[in-house]
Every structure is written in C-alpha cells, then in structure tokens.
C-alpha cells in the first residue's frame, strides 16, 4: 500500500484545514489513520478509522475539532480539522496497518506510511 498525503499549510489559529490521503496498492488496510510530530517531540496518535465499517477512533486532543472520514470508492481518508491551535502544529502523516481493536491508537500497529503534510498554526 502506498500513501500519499495532501492539503497541509499555514493558517491561523481559529481556521480549518482538510487534509487528503490517497491510498494505493493491491490491498487497503483494515485501519487508515493520521498522525503527527511535533519538533522535538514523538509521534503521536490523531485519529483512525475502520475502512470497511467506518468505525473511528480518536486522540482526546482532537476530538471534537477533527473528524476522519474516507471515499471508500475513490480510496482517499480525510482529516477535517477545525478549530485549529497552535499546538496542532506538527507534520501529519497518514498510515494504514492491519490494526485490531486494543491497538489502534499505536504505531506499532500501522504498517505502511505516507511522506508527512506541514501543518503550522500561528496564534
């Protein structure tokens, strides 16, 4: 599976970004999800989403500003960002991996990455 993120940039605090993911290969995976890093700080979890059910998972930081979706005919996995803040800066990175339950949140459990989006917020 190939991964290929889109649609990062600078805006203010208080403004919206999507970002895009499109996904290519043979197979998808169970789960396609974002996550990002910060400088100087580790890559953490943002959001995941079940490609066949639509079942999500979220980081505690975002829920309720970010929503995940996918275009399951086209093979592209969305993060709409709202409310954005200056701690949301990081660089966001989707990736697929056959995930369960219990490890979602982890990267470990993601296989297959993408090259990474900027996304700088400034208050």
């Known amino acids: 599976v190939q991964l290929q993120a889109s649609g990062g940039g600078s805006v203010q605090a208080g403004e919206s970004l999507r970002l895009s993911c499109a996904a290519s290969g043979p197979t998808v995976s169970r789960y396609l999800g974002w996550f990002r890093q910060a400088p100087g700080k580790e890559r953490e979890f943002v959001a995941t989403?079940?490609?066949?059910?639509?079942?999500?998972y979220y980081a505690d930081s975002v829920k309720g500003r970010f929503t995940i979706s996918r275009d399951k005919a086209k093979n592209i996995l969305y993060l709409q960002m709202i409310s954005l803040n200056a701690e949301d800066t990081a660089v966001y990175y989707c990736?697929?991996?056959?995930?369960?339950?219990?490890?979602?949140?982890?990267?470990?459990?993601?296989?297959?990455w993408g090259q990474g989006t900027l996304v700088t917020v400034s208050s």
């Open positions: 989403i079940n490609w066949s059910s639509g079942t999500t």
């Open positions: 990736a697929g991996g056959q995930a369960i339950t219990s490890t979602v949140r982890r990267r470990e459990a993601y296989n297959y």
